[in-house]
Each structure stands twice: as structure tokens, then as C-alpha cells.
């Protein structure tokens, strides 16, 4: 009686079908959220945007005349008025404003303004990432106040 050796373990064509797999997979979750921004993106983006719209709030004050935060959505960019330095957002990011009729540039290109006692023309910057997530900055035009939240 002759007995056969025992034999564990996966052969090697087993070992590269599974790494096809997960391969496949990885790249398919990877092109389904290419559609847009990370949430850490999204954040990020909106802080920077909230930043802005504070600089532009203080500078106001400080200065003691009317000061915006310009917001370009065709590319994605903020300046705040006179600064001269503008800051990008994300390439994938879906940006909307809504502000005041007379801040209104032309269909890609608005801002909000400042005033020297802190109150604003208002409004609100939408920031979209992937999917349904989006985020929402807020400004109160008595207060000024600038706020983020969840636009979900």
C-alpha cells in the first residue's frame, strides 16, 4: 500500500488569480470615487474657502473700506479683493454661489463682500465632493459671520 504525501498550500497560478482579483477590484473602488473629492479633500477645501471669507471679513475692518473674497468656479479659485494671491481648489470639486445680484461678475465669476462694521453682502459657497457629500459656508449678511456646515 503505497500512500500519497500530503500537500497544503496554493499553487502558485491560484496565488496570481487572486491578486488579478483584488487588483480589479482596487482599480474599479478607485474609478468609481475618481468622480470627485475626498471628504478629507472636501473639508479641507471647505476651510480654506471659510478662511477666505474670514480674511476678507478682517481686512475689511482693519482697513475700514469694503473688502470681497472673489470666487472664480470656472477655475476653482478664491482671492481675497487687493490681496493679489489667489488660492486653488481641488480640479474635481463642484463648486455653486450664491450671493447678492450686485456681486455677481458674470455666470462663472462672483464674490462676497465685507463691510467696515463686519456685515456682509451674505451668502453662500456650495462645495460638492463624491457623491451626495457636499458641504455648505455660510455667511450671515448682518453679522458676518462665516459658518460650515453639512450639506447632506
Known sequence: MRL???????????????LVIAAGGYLLVLRLSGSGVSGAQLKSAARAVAAGLRDARGTAIARQEPTALLVDLERRRIEVEGRG????????LSLKLYTAQSEI???QRGSIRFYPDGSSTGG?????????????????????????????
Open 105 to 107: 461678475v458674470d455666470e
Open 4 to 18: 500519497r504525501p500530503f500537500r497544503s498550500g496554493f499553487t502558485l497560478l491560484e496565488v496570481l488569480l487572486v
Open 85 to 92: 494671491r489667489p488660492h486653488a481648489l481641488p480640479e474635481r
Open 124 to 152: 453662500r459657497v456650495t462645495l460638492q465632493g463624491a457623491g451626495d457629500s457636499q458641504l455648505l459656508v455660510d455667511v450671515d449678511w448682518l453679522t458676518g459671520r462665516v459658518t460650515i456646515r453639512d450639506g447632506a
